[in-house]
């Protein structure tokens, strides 16, 4: 018994951290969904730190790369343009990504919108090998839950 209590609260844990990256989400996009159409599109980057968390991005020199890439946003609208023009979930491998320096690397993506309007697009980005049985499903329901809430 004492095992399944432990179970359960560990993951009890799991959910209070996926809904405050939730939140935080949320809060980093309510900038955004208030700012000028004519003006560039929107972008932003959360929980990069997360990224030193991977083996793959033990080297400093490419946890660089990355982080410039992210910087530079070119690249990373462009996958964001190709989403855009995607129903459902979109997923990115390596080269597909466009750059050197997402080899090894995916990227899932997937739009949010209103009943009849594209609003924007929710990526997340992560080594190649991620648990794509897990990140899916997130990435599906946070952008279903920020359309919700745009909708109101």
Do not use: W
């Not at 939140?23 to 929107?42: R, S």
């Not at 080594?127 to 794509?132: A, E, I, K, L, T």
């Not at 049985?133 to 952008?143: I, N, Y």
Request: charged share 25%.
């Amino acid at each position: 018994m004492n095992a399944a209590k432990q179970h359960l609260q560990m993951k009890l844990n799991e959910l209070k951290m996926q809904a405050s990256d939730l939140l935080d989400i949320l809060k980093n996009a309510q900038q955004f969904v208030v700012a000028d159409p004519a003006q560039e599109p929107a972008f932003f980057v959360s929980g990069q730190t997360n990224l030193v968390n991977f083996q793959e991005f033990e080297n400093s020199e490419r946890l660089r790369a990355i982080y410039h890439e992210f910087n530079e946003h070119e690249s990373m609208l462009e996958l964001l343009d190709q989403s855009m023009q995607a129903d459902g979930i979109k997923v990115f491998l390596g080269s597909e990504c466009g750059r050197d320096a997402y080899q090894g690397c995916a990227m899932v993506t997937r739009t949010y919108r209103t009943e009849n309007e594209v609003l924007g697009v929710l990526g997340v980005i992560g080594p190649s090998r991620m648990n794509y049985q897990k990140v899916l499903p997130e990435v599906d329901m946070t952008a279903e839950i920020l359309g919700s809430l745009l909708k109101k």
